[in-house]
């Protein structure tokens, strides 16, 4: 088929003087279609469109009659045309096959850009430098991460600029206010700017006070976070991610990224999180950051100065230390030295971990649990009296967490297999060993016994770890003859 280009070049060509033949092979057409379109209207514009069936509808009048109805009563466009034609199918046995399935789609498409409900309007936005950054959590479970061989479920934290497209990620646990904050906070420091807006969808309790205003205000901590960098905040509508447009786009394009990253990384596992994240982000900034040029300069010159310091990302909570010698913070239970019993404790929670005040002294830094009714016990603050009182170990609420390792797990159930009851208090001495003594030697001591089959008890396992001390010779020492001293001295005056 001619194009309106070839009769372009021909035309050229024939005004310079050159022959019909040497234009059309020049346009590279046939003389006789040069002959054709050499003079007149163009292809483009002779071309009729096609408006005219070349074989009988098979749905004449069904379609208005009882198809139609159907599409009108559908506002949410559900329906599909295999769903319609199985059901013309029941009505009309034997009329209708596969093989009509593409004409009545284009039957279906045609009725509903005629006559179909409204769709809905998206409303393309223009973005000024320096007024607006949003911010979200996103799962990247699917990604396949791994922290020293063991599966890393987590969350990312990212914020992006509206106008520019700079963004930045945090490696998260839960969408907590604690996350939220350490986020907002690390993106701006990093920027080193404040934008107008910050932008968010409704994150529950991080954002909102849920119990004073049923989610509708913001809360006590957001608030304040927000005064302290001079923030305006907007929030999208319940149950439209897309009003977040900006940040859900960033979500996609980053976690293409670190995917095809980790395909090209040939591994997915990590030594730490710290690791993990300080890659991840020197990826994003490759990747994508580096890319933003003037766009990003112009964005920082828009951009109002940072206050002094950054607000602590924690959040205060004081406990008093249980008789169990154990503390709750958010439903969730830890255990604490026992001499601490009876005190009233701080507790700074941030994210992904807890720090233990006392009198303004630092006693203890623990894992942050993200469950509610989850416990975290520490065998060495409760084992010094546990060997006192064995008996408890038995029924002990979170007897599980007695347990450091599979090879303090085997060594139990091999102790209850061969001595009952009584394993429970062999195996609270030798948990008591492996506070005194170190866990590390003890988990070794057990795991060697156990792989030669051997029947031991906690006296056996402190006898391998602390061998008897070999009995040293009995060395005399005899009076030394001082005369030969003297007579070393008078053959010394000789000589001289």
Not at 41 to 62: C, I, M, N
Not at 83 to 104: K, V
Request: proline share 5%; hydrophobic share 40%; with cysteine.
């Amino acid at each position: 088929m001619v194009t309106d280009g070839q009769v372009r070049v021909l035309r050229r060509k024939l005004m310079e003087g050159k022959t019909q033949e040497a234009a059309a092979a020049g346009a590279g057409m046939s003389v006789r279609s040069a002959r054709k379109w050499q003079a007149g209207s163009y292809p483009s514009q002779a071309h009729k469109p096609h408006l005219w069936r070349t074989r009988p509808d098979p749905f004449a009048g069904l379609f208005e009659s009882e198809i139609a109805p159907l599409l009108a009563a559908d506002e949410k466009r559900m329906l599909e045309a295999r769903t319609l034609l199985g059901e013309l199918d029941r009505r009309h046995p034997g009329c209708f096959s596969a093989h009509q399935l593409r004409t009545l789609q284009r039957r279906i498409r045609e009725w509903r850009a005629l006559h179909g409900p409204e769709k809905e309007v998206y409303f393309p936005q223009e973005h000024l430098p320096g007024r607006e950054a949003a911010f979200d959590f996103t799962n990247c479970n699917d990604l396949g991460v791994t922290i020293g061989g063991e599966r890393f479920l987590h969350l990312l934290f990212e914020l992006a600029l509206s106008y520019s497209g700079w963004r930045w990620q945090m490696v998260a646990a839960s969408e907590s206010f604690e996350a939220m904050a350490a986020g907002v906070q690390g993106a701006l420091w990093e920027l080193g700017g404040v934008s107008e807006v910050l932008r968010s969808d409704n994150l529950s309790a991080a954002t909102h006070d849920l119990r004073r205003s049923r989610g509708r205000a913001l809360n006590r901590r957001y608030r304040e976070l927000l005064d302290h960098y001079g923030l305006r905040s907007t929030l999208i509508q319940v149950g439209e991610p897309h009003e977040n447009g900006v940040v859900e786009q960033a979500h996609r394009r980053t976690k293409s990224i670190l995917a095809q990253a980790l395909l090209l990384r040939g591994a997915c596992d990590f030594r730490s999180i710290e690791d993990y994240q300080q890659w991840l982000r020197a990826v994003v900034d490759r990747e994508h950051n580096s890319s933003l040029g003037e766009r990003l300069l112009e964005e920082r010159h828009h951009l109002r100065p940072l206050p002094p310091a950054p607000i602590p990302a924690y959040t205060k909570i004081s406990a008093r230390v249980r008789r169990g010698s154990t503390i709750r913070v958010q439903d969730r239970t830890y255990s604490l030295p026992s001499r601490l019993i009876g005190e009233r404790v701080t507790v700074r929670l941030f994210d992904n971990h807890l720090e233990v005040y006392y009198r303004e002294r630092l006693v203890e830094r623990l894992p942050r649990l993200h469950h509610k009714g989850q416990a975290h016990i520490d065998y060495r603050h409760v084992i010094w009296t546990l060997v006192r009182k064995p008996g408890a170990f038995a029924r002990y609420r979170w007897r599980e967490d007695l347990f450091p390792s599979l090879v303090f797990r085997r060594a139990y159930d091999a102790l209850r297999s061969r001595l009952g009851e009584r394993a429970d208090t062999e195996y609270v001495r030798i948990l008591h060993l492996a506070a005194s003594r170190g866990e590390m030697v003890v988990q070794q001591t057990l795991c060697a016994m156990l792989d030669r089959d051997q029947r031991f008890d906690a006296e056996q396992v402190q006898k391998a770890i602390e061998p008897g001390r070999p009995q040293l010779p009995a060395v005399t020492i005899t009076r030394p003859d001082l005369r030969l001293y003297d007579a070393l001295l008078s053959a010394g005056e000789v000589v001289s």
